[in-house]
């Protein structure tokens, strides 16, 4: 694409709309985000966007108006005749809602897809998405990108020798097996049944994990209580000590406080959401993945592959 590229971001994660624009060698697009008396959300772009490709940056973790603001933004963006609109959602809120699995409930990331889509979206890129069948509530093009390279040098930065990669959940098992594939490590899970209807559940460890290193590996950790229960249970079975990677450190609550207590040495977290709260949480380690990011807007804007990035 011969156009310019330009790069925005909205008050949900500047720091890292900020680092992916210096991997770019560009400096934020200027555009205002501010707040009515009422509380209503007002953007504005104080820059030409006429024919520019433009890629507005912003997670869409709650509070709601951090989507308010992604929404106004592409809006805002389109009727400015900017060329086509990239929707960066590094974390994709919402993400966990994603069936009718209760009778009268929503579909709400159905619903987000939709409201991103009609604001005005021409592409959309985001990372680890909380179940990849999300894509295809979009019939826009979307990038799904992983984090995975971070995460795994986190941990080879840790020493992989004597390491076995589990899961907190089940539900974690491909996420876990496709990194302990790449780094050549063995995989355990934490299997946990209901043993009868007022029976509650039974834990097992299913694979080797006495005396060894645990990497765990998440997509997410809302308030923290999957990790920390997992955690328990591996250094109940014998595990030497646990490491924790996660892509999307959302820490509801008082979850910094439950890993800090919980026996897992240290957390490394993904700056796809931004940690609001201040330290001392001595354990969190934040990982950028701004280069990820960075390198495939370079090559969207290029029509180049995305997908080879993970090769
Ligand atoms: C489950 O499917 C997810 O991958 C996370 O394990 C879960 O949502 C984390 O939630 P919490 O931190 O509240 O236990």
Known sequence: MGQELKIFSGMANRSLAEEIAAYLGAALGDVEVSRFADGETFVKFNENVRGV?????????????NMIELLLMLDAAKRASAQRVTAVVPYFGYARQDRKDQ??????????????TVAGADRVLTMDLHASQIQGFFDIPMDHLFAAPVLMQYFKDLDVRNAVMVPPDLGGTKMARALAGKMGLSLAVIDKRRVGPDRSEAVHVIGEVAGRRVFMVDDLISTAGTVCEAARVLKENGAKEVYLACTHGLFAGNALEKLDAAPIEEVGVTNTVRISRKPPFRKIRVLSVAEILGEAIVRIHRSESVSSLFE
């Open 53 to 65: 490709d433009v890629f507005i940056v912003q997670p869409t973790v709650s509070p709601a108006s």
């Open 103 to 116: 009778p009268r409930v929503s579909i709400a990331a159905k619903l987000m897809a939709n409201l991103i």
